[in-house]
């Protein structure tokens, strides 16, 4: 949850990792490549004219190989491209931040640009109920850290995708329900 946490005697402020991550950068990267490569030999084999340095794509028969890699790589292109947006916008990036002073709890977001490019949620400290640690292992491991509210509504706190360190985010928990003076669940 926590890249850089910056925290005194009445604020503390959580920053949350979103898209402008290493493994979204690589596998960016990988698919513009693929994509590129496999668009260069369809266009290869459609002009005779060999695009690769790394192969000759122009004995190939334009139908049905041909097209077929022109497709694959106008499809990896595109999600390359999706992707690298992704990382430029830095989407699910944001902060927590509570602030016993003014007894608020702000949570903010980015996402897709538009007119709901930021996410904010405001709430008060009073309706925090509880820290809830969601911890599931296996093949699809998750492990998520909420701010229960009174009336069962539930705000996740920790970034999307990897999942953290089980001791990190016991220390999240403990840490935070100190700060706000709730219990912990889950643990």
Do not use: C
């Not at 794509?57 to 077929?68: E, H, K, N, R």
């Amino acid at each position: 949850m926590s890249v850089t946490e910056a925290e005194n005697s009445l604020v503390k402020r959580d920053s949350v990792l979103g898209s402008r991550r290493l493994s979204n950068l690589w596998w960016a990267t990988v698919t513009a490549g693929g994509g590129l490569g496999f668009l260069l030999a369809g266009i290869s084999s459609y002009t005779h004219i060999n695009l690769l340095p790394f192969s000759d794509p122009t004995s190939l028969a334009f139908i049905p190989q041909g097209i077929v890699m022109g497709f694959y790589g106008v499809a990896g292109l595109l999600l390359s491209t999706y992707l690298w947006l992704m990382v430029v916008w830095d989407v699910g990036g944001g902060v927590n931040e509570f602030d016993r002073a003014a007894g608020k709890i702000r949570i903010l977001r980015r996402g897709f640009p538009g007119k709901n490019r930021q996410v904010e949620l405001l709430y008060n400290l009073d309706e925090v109920q509880s820290v809830r640690v969601d911890i599931k292992d296996g093949f699809n491991p998750r492990r998520v850290l909420y701010l229960r509210l009174k009336g069962k509504k539930e705000i996740p706190l920790t970034r999307v995708g990897q999942p953290i360190s089980l001791a990190a985010l016991e220390d999240q928990a403990a840490g935070l329900a100190r700060f706000l003076n709730v219990p912990v669940e889950g643990l």
